[in-house]
């Protein structure tokens, strides 16, 4: 059995991480801490379905020393400030914050407003999106995997099959987040509850999952560039993109059998032909649907958009976090998942 521990276990990242780990074959959940909840029992703080007899712990290496592999799902800066120990005593990290997700860390401290304390860690982190090209074997390998953010996901597995074939262009990116996206500790002054029947935009060029996007979109391809506009719901879980392009020459029905064909052995993502994705079809589940349209079927300077839907609290955080330590550990990657 693989002996796990989550930091920030009472979180929607973390709660949701709980209930996908407590039915997993391989694992034994041993270790859950919450800074907030320390010595209170976790049936009393996060509904769980099911009886789970531990008491949250305080978020410390010393409690996580026999672990094998240590997910974070807790504010960024926690995991940084943790990992550099847990490595050392050859404990494997996924961490569902950003503090590993930006290779630079410079522009890490101009986005997220610290000073990153662990820079020499960032270049031995894997980016944990496995549907990557040749991202499975690196992710197997790895100490630390930085498990990317919602949007970036949703975004990344829209755009990989054609990254490397447009041309120089800057992609529009519109994207909703359901309210779950805000995490738990919301600011009612800036954002709003669920069930207010709610809709905006915000941090508009300045998300912080810009940069993230922006530097695995551009290692693609160097000359694209991204206008990305981010929206809040009140619905409660989901990431709902709109990608718009220009490609010349546009063949519609051999851009499907690129998506096809580049996605064949990755079973979470369903190419669905011309329908469009609902958020519904992919509520608690680790799927990905995409679709792509056109203004036209051949045009020499047609537009195409890509519209993708996935859970945020699963593909976009916790259901692909059990993905990336599947593979760590040799198993299925579906294991827990389906």
């Given at each position: 059995m693989i002996s796990v521990g989550i930091v920030g276990a009472s979180g929607f990242t973390g709660e949701e991480l709980v209930k996908l780990l407590l039915k997993h074959p391989d694992v034994s959940l041993d270790v859950l801490t919450s800074r907030t909840h320390a010595g209170k029992k976790v049936s009393d703080c996060i509904k769980l379905g099911t009886g789970l007899d531990k008491k949250f712990l305080e978020p410390a290496v010393d409690n996580l020393s026999h672990c094998d592999v240590v997910f974070f799902a807790s504010p960024n800066g926690v995991a940084m400030d943790m990992a550099r120990e847990l490595v050392k005593n050859d404990i494997r990290l996924i961490d569902i914050s950003a503090d590993f997700r930006i290779p630079d860390a410079e522009i890490w401290e101009q986005w997220y407003g610290q000073k990153h304390t662990s820079p020499e860690l960032i270049e031995q982190s894997v980016y944990g999106l496995p549907e990557m090209k040749n991202q499975r074997d690196k992710i197997t390998n790895a100490k630390i995997i930085a498990n990317p953010g919602c949007y970036p996901t949703s975004s990344?597995?829209?755009?990989?099959?054609?990254?490397?074939?447009?041309?120089?262009?800057?992609?529009?990116?519109?994207?909703?987040?359901?309210?779950?996206?805000?995490?738990?500790?919301?600011?009612?002054?800036?954002?709003?509850?669920?069930?207010?029947?709610?809709?905006?935009?915000?941090?508009?060029?300045?998300?912080?999952?810009?940069?993230?996007?922006?530097?695995?979109?551009?290692?693609?391809?160097?000359?694209?560039?991204?206008?990305?506009?981010?929206?809040?719901?009140?619905?409660?879980?989901?990431?709902?993109?709109?990608?718009?392009?220009?490609?010349?020459?546009?063949?519609?029905?051999?851009?499907?059998?690129?998506?096809?064909?580049?996605?064949?052995?990755?079973?979470?993502?369903?190419?669905?032909?011309?329908?469009y994705p609902k958020l519904g079809e992919v509520n608690t589940t680790n799927d990905c649907l995409i679709s792509l349209f056109s203004s036209s079927d051949k045009n020499e300077d047609s537009n195409l958009v890509i519209i993708s839907a996935i859970d945020n609290l699963m593909k976009g955080a916790s259901g692909q976090a059990v993905q990336n330590m599947n593979i760590m550990f040799g198993l299925k990657e579906s294991t827990g998942l389906v």
């Open positions: 990344l597995l829209s755009l990989l099959p054609i990254l490397d074939v447009i041309d120089e262009q800057r992609i529009i990116i519109n994207a909703t987040s359901g309210i779950t996206g805000a995490g738990r500790n919301l600011n009612p002054d800036k954002l709003f509850a669920p069930g207010t029947e709610n809709y905006q935009a915000y941090a508009v060029a300045k998300h912080r999952h810009y940069p993230e996007m922006l530097n695995q979109i551009q290692h693609i391809n160097k000359n694209t560039d991204v206008l990305f506009v981010p929206h809040l719901s009140s619905i409660e879980r989901g990431i709902y993109s709109t990608h718009y392009l220009t490609i010349k020459d546009l063949d519609l029905d051999h851009l499907y059998d690129v998506y096809d064909d580049y996605y064949k052995d990755s079973q979470f993502i369903k190419i669905i032909n011309q329908t």
